[in-house]
């Protein structure tokens, strides 16, 4: 999948605080490898998130080869938008 780098940041703050915990927890990862996946560059504390970023407008395209995290992230963000 791709997504811009905006659009990618875009999603990571419409997500309520502990999302990023959330996200680690169910997917049984490192919070740190959450951050990274939306733009944090830590590897020594986190694992690489499977994407890759070419230059361009709105921050380049990020090619994401699992989209696990970006649709828990979008759930979490559709749930607290319902007040689940």
Request: net charge negative.
């Given at each position: 999948m791709?997504?811009?780098f905006s659009e990618l940041r875009n999603i990571k703050h419409q997500m309520p605080s502990?999302?990023?915990g959330r996200i680690?927890?169910?997917l049984g990862i490192n919070e740190q490898t959450v951050r990274n996946y939306f733009g944090a560059n830590k590897f020594e504390e986190g694992s690489l998130t499977?994407?890759?970023v070419q230059?361009?407008?709105e921050g380049g395209v990020?090619?994401?080869e699992d989209?696990?995290?970006l649709?828990?992230?979008q759930r979490i963000i559709q749930e607290n938008k319902l007040g689940m």
């Open positions: 791709n997504i811009t502990g999302s990023v680690a927890n169910e499977g994407k890759h230059p361009g407008p990020v090619s994401l989209t696990a995290i649709e828990i992230a």
